[in-house]
């Protein structure tokens, strides 16, 4: 007689047994998760389940997970088919931990999504993720943000997903590099040139230039997958504001733009709105949040919406706004052709002016603290690598 698929292996009990066979103390934050796994009849409904192993995010502290407590969990995970995402972010694992994720990755068949977030790693660790992509067929998406990667790993990563078939969405912000020679972007754009499967590709925080956004615009005028592309928080100027308008003349892939915390200013968010009013008509989510840009670049912004209805998502808080912009922005609010959840402003008036008011809205509204109880809806463009299953259209 045919086992029942539909009956789960006890995730708890396995992780006692892995645990008393390796002589390893049992983690008490992956012994509850792993509880509340088996005891979710919703959950054992699914295709599959998450298993959110984050050190952050708890109302009490907890024992952060280490890198001897991987190796069980390891073990439970190698004959439960049924977890396809793990989310190990802001735990205390270094390169050691790593490697043992990545050694299990390599063999494993079933997971497509791993999160890594915030685990310092370090160079070597993210050496061993690269070499784990140029084996694994199945993982989809990737999250290694501030783990504090170095120049060679991010070099290597680039290389590996160039014969990578599987791999949507990666998440490399925050790298520690010395150079000023860009060298990691330069390698990231041939890789993009080579029109991987990727769709989501973070790059915040990689001191990147416009020398650097050129390249990447060089590549992407050849790429036809890449949905979402994450430059926030780097030193992009009106130069390289200019380089990604001219790609957004051609482009007609990109969804999402993030360029927050970048110093584009007014000529910079010119160049962008021309490329919105007159040209593009795929991009639908653009963040220019503290982008140096004043009165002018915001109204040219606004004058972009009003002539593109395929823009739906913009984020522009941060800013210097002036009597015309806080005027150009409530009217699009107020006429409803920008949703009050598709934006980070909300209009109001003082004495018969208008004047707008933060929200806490954005493209990483919910990235770091994601919460623990639900999943997020993907309608407010927030990154799916927190999220949302990834896919062709996000």
């Not at 390891?74 to 995402?85: R, T």
């Not at 694992?93 to 050694?103: C, F, N, Q, S, Y």
């Not at 910079?268 to 040209?279: F, I, K, Q, Y």
Request: glycine fraction near 6%; hydrophobic fraction near 40%; charged fraction near 20%.
């Amino acid at each position: 007689m045919a086992q029942d698929t539909a009956v789960r292996p006890d995730l708890h009990l396995h992780y006692v047994q892995a645990c008393q066979k390796l002589g390893q103390p049992e983690n008490p934050l992956i012994a509850r998760v792993l509880q509340e796994a088996d005891e979710n009849e919703e959950i054992r409904c699914t295709k599959g389940i998450t298993l959110k192993i984050a050190g952050n995010n708890h109302p009490v502290p907890v024992q952060r997970v280490r890198d001897d407590d991987l190796g069980a969990l390891a073990s439970v995970l190698s004959h439960a088919a049924f977890v396809k995402g793990l989310d190990l972010a802001y735990n205390v694992l270094t390169d050691a931990g790593a490697e043992t994720m990545a050694t299990f990755l390599q063999r494993n068949t079933s997971l497509v999504h791993m999160r890594m977030t915030g685990n310092k790693i370090g160079d070597q660790g993210g050496m061993f993720f690269a070499s784990m992509l140029q084996r694994n067929s199945t993982l989809e998406k990737l999250d290694l943000g501030d783990c504090d990667l170095g120049l060679d790993c991010l070099i290597a990563i680039a290389r590996a997903l160039i014969q990578n078939k599987s791999l949507r969405a990666i998440n490399l912000n925050r790298p520690l590099l010395y150079s000023q020679e860009e060298e990691t972007t330069v390698h990231i754009a041939q890789m993009l040139k080579n029109n991987p499967p990727l769709v989501e590709l973070h790059l915040s925080k990689h001191e990147m230039k416009n020398f650097g956004v050129e390249r990447l615009c060089e590549a992407l005028q050849e790429n036809s997958s890449l949905r979402y592309l994450d430059l926030s928080c780097n030193k992009i100027t009106a130069d390289g504001a200019r380089f990604l308008g001219e790609l957004l003349k051609h482009n007609q892939s990109l969804v999402i733009l993030d360029l927050k915390a970048n110093r584009i200013e007014d000529p910079g968010a010119t160049h962008l709105s021309e490329a919105l009013s007159l040209h593009n008509r795929t991009l639908q989510a653009l963040s220019v949040v503290s982008c140096s840009i004043t009165g002018k670049g915001l109204t040219a912004l606004s004058n972009a919406i009003k002539s593109n209805m395929i823009l739906s998502h913009i984020y522009i808080w941060g800013n210097t706004f002036d009597e015309d912009a806080c005027m150009s922005f409530s009217e699009l609010v107020q006429s409803g052709r920008l949703k009050p959840n598709c934006t980070d402003v909300a209009p109001f008036q003082v004495d018969g002016r208008a004047q707008l008011a933060e929200l806490s809205h954005g493209l990483h509204r919910e990235y770091y603290w994601a919460p623990r109880h639900r999943v997020v809806a993907h309608s407010a463009a927030n990154a799916s690598l927190a999220l949302v299953a990834v896919s062709e259209y996000l």
